[in-house]
C-alpha cells in the first residue's frame, strides 16, 4: 500500500545551517514519483522539489536538494543555509505511476531561528 | 491571475446543510485532485479527475462527498447533511497531466460546520 511517513513532528534551526526533513515511503510500484511541498502559515502549497523512482541523480533546485536512497525508501529534503522564511510545514508525498494521486505524509514544523 | 482559484474562501455552515465549493484549475490542465487538510495535518487525497470523469475517488469518506467536473474544467464539490467533522480547508489542486511533476495548488476553501 501507498505510504508517507514523516517522523519528526518538529524542527528547530539556526539560521544558516543545513537541516534534513526525514521521509520514507512504502511502495510496490516500481514506478513512481516523490515531492516535497512547503506550506507558511499562510496556508498556501509551495512545489519544492520533485524526484522520480528512475533518476539516476539526486534531484536539486538551488538550496534545496533531494536525497534519495531508493533501497531504504528514503526521500530526505535538505536545505542548505537555512532562511527564517524557511520556517513552515513541509510535506513528502508520492505518487505511484500506477495510481496517478498524489498521498501527503502528516508533515514536519520547521521553525528556523536567529 | 493565472492559478488555480477556489471559492468560497471561507464558509461557515450550520450541521445539516448543503455546501458546495468550486474549483477553477489552471486553463488547460486535465488533472484536478481535491483534499481536505485538517488543522496541523497533511493533506488527504479525496478526488482525482483525469478530464470529466473520475479516476479515483477513494478517498471520498462516504456517499454524503460528491464531485463532479462536466465539462472538463471547473469541478464542484459537494457536500450534503454536513457535520462538525467535515470542519476543514478543502485544497484543490491542478496539473497539465497526471504525469506532470508538479501539483498546483489554490488557496483552499476554509469549511466551518456549527
Known amino acids: 500500500a501507498q505510504k508517507i511517513t514523516q517522523t519528526q513532528p518538529g524542527m528547530f534551526v539556526q539560521e544558516k545551517e543545513a537541516v534534513t526533513l526525514d521521509c520514507t515511503y512504502d511502495?510496490?510500484?516500481?514506478?513512481?514519483?516523490l515531492f516535497w511541498y512547503k506550506q507558511p502559515s499562510s496556508g498556501e502549497m509551495i512545489f519544492l522539489i520533485y524526484?522520480?523512482?528512475?533518476?539516476?541523480q539526486n534531484a536539486t533546485e538551488g538550496r534545496y536538494s533531494l536525497n534519495f536512497q531508493k533501497a531504504r525508501k528514503s526521500a530526505n529534503l535538505v536545505i542548505s543555509a537555512s532562511q527564517l522564511g524557511d520556517s513552515a510545514m513541509y510535506f513528502c508525498?508520492?505518487?505511484?505511476?500506477?495510481?496517478?494521486?498524489?498521498?501527503f505524509g502528516q508533515g514536519t514544523r520547521l521553525t528556523i531561528n536567529p | 491571475g493565472a492559478g488555480v482559484s477556489q471559492t468560497p474562501s471561507n464558509k461557515v455552515t450550520e450541521k445539516g446543510k448543503y455546501v458546495e465549493l468550486r474549483c477553477d484549475p489552471i486553463?488547460?490542465?486535465?488533472?484536478l485532485y481535491w483534499y481536505r487538510q485538517s488543522l496541523g495535518q497533511g493533506p488527504e487525497f479525496l478526488i482525482y479527475?483525469?478530464?470529466?470523469?473520475?479516476?479515483?475517488d477513494s478517498g471520498l469518506p462516504n456517499d454524503r462527498f460528491f464531485a463532479v467536473r462536466p465539462e472538463g474544467s471547473v469541478s464542484t464539490l459537494k457536500i450534503q447533511r454536513t457535520e462538525r467533522g467535515d470542519s476543514a480547508v478543502y485544497l484543490c489542486?491542478?496539473?497539465?497531466?497526471?504525469?506532470?511533476?508538479?501539483?498546483?495548488f489554490g488557496e483552499g476553501s476554509r469549511l466551518t460546520v456549527l
Open positions: 486553463s488547460g490542465h486535465t488533472a
Open positions: 524526484q522520480g523512482s528512475y533518476d539516476q
Open positions: 511502495t510496490s510500484d516500481p514506478s513512481y514519483g
Open positions: 489542486a491542478s496539473s497539465l497531466t497526471w504525469q506532470a511533476g508538479e501539483l498546483f
Open positions: 479527475f483525469q478530464g470529466t470523469g473520475a479516476a479515483d
Open positions: 508525498a508520492m505518487r505511484e505511476d500506477s495510481r496517478q494521486k498524489l498521498v
